[in-house]
């Protein structure tokens, strides 16, 4: 992708912001969001990507209309959002919120909506979900339930404003700019227990920030009317204690367990459909622990 100009709606997590990065040198990339923290904007503007301080709940009459590609990732958290997921305001708002940004932007080559693997009913153990798989509550919140709110908004708005779209459903992302596995390394530094859920072992398919730039631009690119719904994640199978066991030994340190049920149960993703319209991933996992390690915690790497 050269020339374009892309607007990502967040911007800043470990799905959004490597692809923002790999695209930034070639296209004209755009971020809005809230940017609450001004390290993120920093962080975003050094890597050439230009910030638009914008609330996602907030109308979008300001907001450019000659946006070529979306890749919207953002989560609104603010007084109005409810992230426990009580009705209306988690579904009507987050959800209004997707569909107005999309009718914002006439003739889009392709929006990209990064969903969750939590939409899925959870079969337990290794199983492995396809993109088939029956809906269901992954997690003691209502938070999916949000994700599915606005995969129908797009799906709909997909077809009758003729925009090419990706669903991806998110699993296990994780790199310098967040998520489970850099949540986890933090605990480990500081000599807290992490907590699992008891279905143990604790199955995952982590991707990291190199396959989470190349096959969110694959995505992006790979939009379809009606959308195109793929899981999306890394392809080595592991277990979230032998990953944390893996990087506790890299800094000299042992994890501590917690299992409790309260905690998200394990769910695997089919990765059989991301290899046929996206391809493979390339980073395995213990060099992706290793590449957390070395950029989050350089000091402590043995």
Not at 55 to 66: K, N, Q, V
Not at 144 to 150: D, E, G, L, P, R
Not at 175 to 192: A, E, H, S, T, W
Request: hydrophobic residues 40%; glycine residues 8%.
């Amino acid at each position: 992708m050269q020339g374009q100009k892309v607007l990502f709606v967040g911007g800043q997590g470990p799905v959004s912001a490597p692809a923002a990065r790999l695209l930034a040198p070639d296209n004209h990339v755009f971020a809005m969001a809230r940017f609450s923290n001004p390290e993120g904007r920093e962080k975003l503007e050094a890597g050439g990507i230009t910030c638009i301080t914008h609330d996602l709940l907030e109308p979008f009459d300001d907001i450019p209309t000659d946006f070529d590609y979306v890749y919207h990732t953002a989560m609104p958290m603010n007084s109005v959002f409810d992230p426990l997921g009580r009705w209306p305001d988690s579904y009507d708002k987050y959800a209004d919120a997707t569909g107005r940004i999309m009718a914002h932007l006439p003739g889009l080559k392709g929006f990209l909506l990064a969903s969750t693997s939590s939409v899925y009913d959870p079969p337990g153990g290794a199983t492995a979900v396809p993109e088939t798989h029956s809906f269901g509550i992954h997690t003691s919140a209502a938070y999916a339930f949000t994700k599915v709110a606005n995969e129908q908004i797009v799906s709909y708005l997909s077809r009758s404003l003729e925009v090419p779209a990706t669903i991806i459903r998110v699993a296990n992302a994780s790199g310098v700019d967040g998520g489970p596995m850099r949540d986890r390394l933090d605990l480990i530094v500081q000599g807290k227990p992490i907590p699992l859920h008891t279905d143990r072992p604790n199955y995952a398919r982590p991707i990291f920030e190199p396959d989470a730039a190349r096959l969110g631009v694959a995505a992006l690119e790979a939009g379809r009317i009606p959308p195109l719904v793929v899981n999306w994640c890394g392809d080595d199978l592991t277990t979230i204690e032998e990953y944390c066991t893996f990087m506790a030994g890299l800094i000299g340190s042992e994890p501590v367990f917690e299992y409790t049920p309260a905690a998200w149960p394990p769910l695997v993703l089919d990765t059989t459909f991301r290899h046929e319209v996206l391809g493979p991933g390339e980073v395995r996992w213990q060099d992706g622990c290793r590449m957390l390690v070395e950029q989050c915690y350089p000091d402590l790497l043995k």
